[in-house]
């Protein structure tokens, strides 16, 4: 399976090293010409408006709906996730519109309320040890789209999705990169 990160900005590389664990191919994404040689994509953390604009200026906007819609695999972590998202809260940025969900961004916090979690995920025996870094949580979900993880907001007890998942579609508001467990990437690799 040739799996690709999209390198236009984030974290892109700690993907590629976590797929290259599990024996799998990785290629950095940066053209429709390369995206059109993988089976799965993901699209990594980092800044959601930098991705999206330099996606909209390398053309491939259009090219990840298509392939996505197409029924190709893909996993959004943290800026990722709010780029396949279908709106945030209270911003308009560039996103590709392809997963059910609302998202806000930075919802739990500055760069300095950034926080790691032990989290209970649908499916998984033993629970995900989460890093969330500014990371968004899920406002709203789609009918479609079914919650892997929940975290309750910190000073409430209100619950908010932190990993869906919509058909071929698996997002996540933590970095499941920077920690030594690659069940995230599996489920990735499973879903194709």
Known sequence: ?????????????????????????????????????????????????????LATIYGLIEPIQQR?????????????????????VSYEQPQLRVLDVVVERNAFGRQVDSFEADLDVCGLDDPVHAVFIRAPWIHKVGAEVDVLASVVEPGSMQEHPVFVRQGRILATSFHPELTDDTRIHELLMEVG
């Open 68 to 88: 996505i819609n197409d029924g190709m695999p893909v996993l959004g972590t943290c800026a990722g996730m709010i780029f396949l998202a279908a709106a945030t």
């Open 1 to 53: 399976m040739m799996i690709g990160a999209l390198a236009l900005q984030g974290d892109f590389r700690e993907h590629l090293v976590m797929v290259r664990r599990l024996g799998a191919e990785g290629i950095e994404v940066r053209t429709p010409e390369e995206l059109d040689s993988i089976d799965a994509l993901i699209i990594p953390g980092g800044e959601s408006t930098a991705i999206g604009r």
